[in-house]
């Protein structure tokens, strides 16, 4: 019932661009701050960047002036414009929702692949 789909993966060479997209539930969109996260082959999950109910945005510092995360109201989806990309970008991208209401879970898409080639 709940389902977070991500989309717009692919692989690029280093410079290059992509637009990720995560669809998400009306409910769970409405009541989330919006996330997305990264998994590198051999390495732990991190934080790629975030976005409120209300619009507010936070970025990991290495990627400030990269990346741009945004939300899509009338679509409920949560966007991730990516430039300038590096091959140490290559990574598998995750949707996450984390709902403010106490006691609801967090929410992950099953992931997009990334491939930036140098």
């Known amino acids: 019932q709940v389902q977070l789909v991500e989309s717009g993966g692919g692989l690029v060479k280093a410079g290059g661009s992509l637009r990720l997209s995560c669809a998400a539930s009306?409910?769970?969109?409405?009541?989330?701050?919006m996330g997305w996260y990264r998994q590198a082959p051999g390495k732990e999950r991190e934080l790629v960047a975030t976005?409120?109910?209300?619009?507010?945005?936070s970025y990991a510092d290495s990627l400030k002036g990269r990346f741009t995360i945004s939300r899509d109201n009338a679509k409920n989806t949560v966007n991730l414009q990516m430039n300038s990309l590096k091959p140490e970008d290559t990574a598998v991208y995750f949707c996450?929702?984390?709902?403010?209401?106490?006691?609801?879970?967090?929410?992950w898409g099953q992931g997009t692949q990334v491939t930036v080639s140098s």
């Open positions: 996450n929702a984390e709902p403010s209401v106490t006691g609801w879970r967090v929410y």
């Open positions: 009306g409910i769970i969109f409405s009541f989330s701050t």
């Open positions: 976005i409120t109910a209300g619009g507010s945005a």
